[in-house]
Every structure is written in structure tokens, then in C-alpha cells.
């Protein structure tokens, strides 16, 4: 038994190896397709198409789908691995989650919008920003490919002790035989199969959130829709114990 558990765990890292190879090859292509796409826009501009304009609409959404199962499967294999640094920082929680809103528009379906708790403060926290950036983006694409067209994506977060984030979606939900799986690397629910997906997900969201001493909580009902609740330390002092975990710090303190 050992032995053969040995052996799964041995084919598992392959596999994702074998993945973040071929992500990486796929990045510099669909880099150019992407930029492509964005000069499109540009030189329609002065004389709206509006055909050209939904093509290359279309183009870019397809692509930024692309590009973030590839992310995917990078990141996979950057959790997955134990010495994975981790970088410790001091920034604006604001311009995550804007930059975060501003290239989900590319993806929404028709009528779909995003209701979000409004930027008011310049909201400073302590975390590792492109970890903080994956998570969020995760759990806010999942949201959208999950709901239907002209449906409503709540986002609200607060601070205190702890950076709290949820969002909501009333999308196809997750049964509630597959909810204890759904951290399961490469699961998916019986209603999801249809739709695109890789079912690494949220089991990345779960490892970086492990390794940056959060949490995160599903409370989900099928055909009702799903509502993410994750939360963080972002306070300097409260990171001091894991210090010695993160390859480098910032030196803004």
C-alpha cells in the first residue's frame, strides 16, 4: 500500500509538471493574440464596427478564459511545492480588487454585473499581493462562469483584525453530495461538467490560503446559487511568527 501510494504521489507531480511545461508554452502566444485583439479595439475606435468590435470582444474573452487555466496550472504546481516563496508586502487593497474588476469585464456574460462594496479608503494590508490577487480572481471567475446571463455577483469586504471578503453569486449552486470535495484537485460537480473548467481552482485557492494562514468557507445550495467566504491576517505584527516563511519582505516597515 505504501508503495503504491508512493507511486500515485509520484505520477500526480508529474502530471502537474507536465501541465506547467506546457502553460508556460501556450503564455507567450496567447500573449500575442491578447495584444492582437487589444490593438483591434484601438484602430476601431475612430470608426466603430460594430462587428469588428464584437469579434475582438469575443477574441479576448476567449483568450483571458485560456490564460487563466493556464494560471491555473502554474500556480498549481507552485503550491503544491513546499519551499514556494511567498512575498510579503504592503499595499492598497483597492487597487487589487479595481485592477481584479477591471479584467473580469471581459469575461461577464450578457447582463451579468458586479455589485461591489465601493473603494472609499485607501485600505492598506500586509499580505503577498499576487497570492491575495489569485484567490480573489479564482473565487470571482467562478462566480461568473457559474451564473446565468443577467444575474448579480455580490462582492463585500471589511477589515479589522482580519481582511474578510465574500462573494456571492445565484448561480447553479454545488450539491450538497459534492461539497466536501470541491478543495479536491481536479473535482467537479455533476452539474459543472458542461461547462468549461480544470477543477484546480479552488483547490489552489485553498493551498495559498494555507500557506498566507487564512481561511476559506462555502455555504452553497444547487440551482440557488454560492457564497465565498474567505478570510486573512493583514497586519504586520500579526505576521511576524511567519516571517521566516516568506522568502523576502518588503522593506517599507
Not at 64 to 82: A, G, V, Y
Not at 101 to 122: F, M, N, V, W, Y
Not at 224 to 235: A, M, Q, R, S, Y
Request: hydrophobic letters at 35%; charged letters at 30%; aromatic letters at 6%.
Amino acid at each position: 500500500m505504501k508503495l503504491s501510494l508512493k507511486k500515485e504521489q509520484e505520477l500526480s507531480k508529474l502530471k502537474t509538471k507536465f501541465l506547467t511545461l506546457v502553460s508556460h508554452e501556450f503564455m507567450t502566444p496567447l500573449s500575442g493574440i491578447l495584444t492582437s485583439a487589444g490593438l483591434i479595439e484601438k484602430y476601431n475606435e475612430k470608426a466603430t464596427n460594430e462587428k469588428i468590435a464584437k469579434h475582438s470582444t469575443i477574441i479576448k474573452s476567449r483568450a483571458i478564459q485560456i490564460n487563466n487555466m493556464l494560471d491555473d496550472f502554474i500556480s498549481l504546481e507552485k503550491t503544491e511545492s513546499e519551499n514556494y516563496p511567498l512575498r510579503l508586502s504592503k499595499f492598497k487593497l483597492c487597487d487589487v480588487i479595481n485592477r481584479l474588476l477591471h479584467d473580469s469585464k471581459a469575461i461577464l456574460k450578457e447582463g451579468q454585473r458586479i455589485e461591489i462594496t465601493p473603494c472609499k479608503a485607501p485600505i492598506e494590508v500586509w499580505q503577498d499581493r499576487k497570492a491575495l490577487e489569485i484567490i480573489i480572481n479564482n473565487v470571482l471567475y467562478n462566480a461568473i462562469k457559474y451564473s446565468p446571463e443577467h444575474s448579480l455577483i455580490k462582492i463585500k469586504f471589511h477589515r479589522n483584525d482580519l481582511l474578510k471578503i465574500s462573494i456571492e453569486d445565484n448561480g447553479i449552486g454545488i450539491p450538497k453530495e459534492a461539497q466536501k470535495y470541491v478543495f479536491d484537485k481536479f473535482y467537479r460537480g455533476k452539474n459543472a461538467l458542461t461547462i468549461q473548467g480544470t477543477g484546480i481552482g479552488l483547490n489552489t485557492v485553498k493551498r495559498y490560503l494555507e500557506k498566507l494562514n487564512g481561511s476559506i468557507k462555502i455555504h452553497s445550495k444547487e440551482n440557488k446559487g454560492t457564497k465565498v467566504l474567505i478570510e486573512l491576517p493583514i497586519d504586520y505584527d500579526k505576521l511576524k511568527a511567519q516571517v521566516l516563511k516568506y522568502e523576502s519582505i518588503e522593506p517599507n516597515h
